[in-house]
């Protein structure tokens, strides 16, 4: 996450930004496990802040967790490309996440049924 201090008057210390989200970590496990709790307690992911677009506090940043994919095919499978209604099925995920992570994945589905095309071509010669 990112923490951001406003200095004071007082206060030398200019505005910090803590940036420990790296990918694969125990924080990633612990949003995976607030990820189930919210998804149980039908939480949804909002932002309040009006002045500059920031992630809101209750998603995360970084690799997907197989309960998120999960939850996204759900969505996809429900909502098609309607990305903000797929939104409300992964409140740890912004709408801007999940289409990323769509076009991704679409790339990939891709690229597989191309490999799979191009083993069974091979085969038939």
């Known amino acids: 996450g990112t923490e951001i201090v406003h200095p004071t008057k007082d206060d030398t210390n200019p505005i910090t930004l803590d940036h420990s989200h790296s990918r694969g970590n125990a924080k990633n496990e612990a949003s995976s496990l607030a990820f189930q709790r919210s998804q149980d307690q039908g939480e ?16 995360i940043s970084g ?21 903000k209604k797929v ?29 799979l095309l191009a083993m069974a071509e091979q085969q038939r010669r």
């Not at 949804?44 to 998603?59: D, F, V």
């Not at 967790?65 to 990305?83: D, N, Q």
């Not at 995920?93 to 490999?115: D, G, L, M, N, P």
């Open 87 to 115: 939104a409300t099925c992964i409140p740890t995920r912004t709408s801007a996440q999940i289409r990323s992570h769509a076009q991704k994945y679409f790339v990939k589905v891709t690229r597989e049924q191309q490999q």
């Open 44 to 59: 949804t992911a909002t932002s309040t802040c009006k002045k500059y677009k920031k992630r809101p506090a209750n998603t």
């Open 63 to 83: 690799r997907w967790t197989p309960s998120e994919h999960e939850a996204f095919l759900r969505g996809l499978k429900m909502y098609g490309r309607e990305w």
